[in-house]
C-alpha cells in the first residue's frame, strides 16, 4: 500500500471564510520561523515571518500566531480566495543559522 | 528582475548517467541553497553555500556535489544517478540579514524547481 508520507494533510474551507493552518516545530533552540506557499508547478513563495520574542505578526489578510511553550505555529489567513489554494509550508531555523527545516506541509484547497 | 533561475525544467535520466543543475540569482545574495522536495515531504536540504568559495553539507548530501561557480551561480551535479534521486529540486538564495518591522530578515527566495526522473 502507500505510505502515509506520500499523502498532504488537506484542509478544505469553503470561500469567504477564515482559514487556520497549524505547525508543529520540533527545535527549542529556533528563533525564526518563515511560512512558505507553494503553488502548482512553482517553488515555494515567502509569505510572513515571525521571530521568536513576538507571539504575533500581522500581515496582508495573513496573521501567524507563535507559541514557544508547545512549539506551535500558526497561521490564519482571513476571508479566504480561491487564489489562496496551495501547499503552505512552515519553516524554523536558528537567526544566524543557515539550515532551514521545513514541516511537510498542507494543502489548503478553498470551495466555490 | 528574474530572481532564482533553474535550468532545465524537467529532465530524465538513466541510472548511471550524470548530470548537472544549474542555478543563477540575480539578487546579490551572498547564501545560495539545493534542495529537494519528495511527495507528501518537506524540503530537505541537500547543500548550502554561504558565501562564494564555500560550501556545506545539508542533511542528505550522499550522491551530489555542488560548485559555487561566482557569486550569481551555484550549481547541482548528480555523478552517477539513481532512481533514489527522483525528485523535484529547488535553488534558493537568501541576502545579508537585516531587520524590517522589527524582525530580523533571512528569507530565501526559491527558483520554479527542477523536476528530475531517473530511470
Known amino acids: 500500500g502507500e505510505s502515509v508520507g506520500l499523502h498532504l494533510p488537506t484542509l478544505s474551507v469553503q470561500e469567504g471564510d477564515n482559514s487556520i493552518i497549524n505547525c508543529a516545530y520540533s527545535?527549542?533552540?529556533?528563533?525564526?520561523f518563515i511560512w512558505y506557499k507553494q503553488e502548482s508547478g512553482k517553488g515555494p513563495q515567502f509569505i510572513i515571518d515571525?521571530?521568536?520574542?513576538?507571539d504575533k505578526r500581522q500581515g496582508q489578510r495573513v496573521t501567524v500566531l507563535l507559541n514557544k511553550t508547545v512549539k506551535h505555529l500558526s497561521l490564519q489567513i482571513a476571508a479566504t480566495q480561491p487564489g489562496d489554494s496551495a501547499v503552505y509550508f512552515c519553516?524554523?531555523?536558528?537567526?544566524?543559522?543557515?539550515?532551514?527545516?521545513f514541516g511537510p506541509g498542507t494543502r489548503l484547497s478553498v470551495l466555490p | 528582475n528574474a530572481g532564482v533561475t533553474q535550468t532545465p525544467k524537467f529532465q530524465v535520466l538513466k541510472t548511471g548517467q550524470s548530470m548537472t543543475l544549474q542555478c543563477a540569482q540575480d539578487?546579490?545574495?551572498?547564501?545560495m541553497y539545493w534542495y529537494r522536495q519528495d511527495p507528501g515531504m518537506g524540503l530537505r536540504l541537500i547543500y548550502y553555500?554561504?558565501?562564494?568559495?564555500?560550501?556545506d553539507k545539508g542533511e542528505v548530501p550522499n550522491g551530489y556535489n555542488v560548485s559555487r561557480l561566482n557569486k550569481r551561480e551555484f550549481s547541482l551535479r548528480l555523478e552517477s544517478a539513481a532512481p533514489s534521486q527522483t525528485s523535484v529540486y529547488f535553488c534558493?538564495?537568501?541576502?545579508?540579514?537585516?531587520?524590517?518591522?522589527?524582525?530580523?530578515?533571512?528569507?530565501?527566495?526559491f527558483g520554479a524547481g527542477t523536476r528530475l526522473s531517473v530511470l
Open positions: 539578487m546579490n545574495h551572498n547564501s
Open positions: 519553516a524554523e531555523t536558528e537567526i544566524d543559522g543557515q539550515n532551514f527545516v
Open positions: 515571525i521571530r521568536s520574542n513576538m
Open positions: 534558493a538564495s537568501s541576502g545579508r540579514r537585516g531587520v524590517m518591522g522589527g524582525v530580523a530578515k533571512n528569507i530565501q527566495y
Open positions: 527545535n527549542s533552540a529556533s528563533d525564526y
Open positions: 553555500s554561504a558565501s562564494e568559495g564555500t560550501t
